[in-house]
């Protein structure tokens, strides 16, 4: 998984770096200026290593909070209870 992860922030920097005239600035910018004379990206594998537990921890919220009493069938909680007109009349 780690590896993988390595892989990942090597590709993306790879892509993001590709980006005509701007490339260079978008990497720096997304990796704070850890891509500079840094070519193991240790701060992009931290944050690529994380990012699952993380999206795993904001589901659970997400069912905890939304699920709890709401429900997720209609989340802005617009009436249903209005006249409606036939499909086929």
Do not use: C, K
Not at 64 to 75: K, M, T, V, W
Request: no cysteine; net charge negative; proline share 4%.
């Amino acid at each position: 998984y780690g590896q993988m992860s390595l892989w990942g922030a090597t590709v993306i920097t790879n892509l993001m770096s590709a980006v005509p005239w701007i490339g260079q600035d978008i990497v720096e910018f997304l990796w704070g200026g850890f891509s500079v004379n840094n070519a193991t990206l240790n701060r992009f594998f931290a944050l690529h290593f994380v990012l699952p537990f993380v999206l795993a921890a904001l589901a659970l919220m997400h069912l905890i909070a939304l699920h709890d009493s709401a429900g997720s069938g209609n989340p802005l909680g617009i009436s249903g209870n209005y006249d409606r007109l036939a499909f086929a009349p």
